[in-house]
């Protein structure tokens, strides 16, 4: 005999953005002087979360001004 299954609780499917996008929004967002932990939760990531990848894109994108970009332009 077959057990029911308890219906799965599904999570509101997060539109993914690709890294163009993502450089552009963190971009658009400090450019209005807003701290990197507030554009990681912004675009979608937990308070304390992503900010790594925020600078990063930030870095790239060249809008960055934090200590970590002379370590980034030194190794490109």
């Avoid at 609780?9 to 971009?27: D, M, S």
């Avoid at 675009?43 to 370590?71: D, F, M, P």
């Amino acid at each position: 005999m077959k057990s029911a299954k308890a219906a799965k609780t599904t999570k509101a499917a997060k539109a993914e953005l690709t890294p163009k996008q993502f450089a552009a929004r963190a971009v658009a967002l400090y450019a209005k002087e807003q701290r990197v932990s507030d554009i990681a939760v912004a675009l979608g990531y937990e308070r304390g979360h992503g900010q790594n990848r925020v600078v990063n894109a930030l870095i790239r994108a060249g809008a960055y001004k934090g200590k970590r970009t002379s370590k980034a332009t030194a190794a490109a």
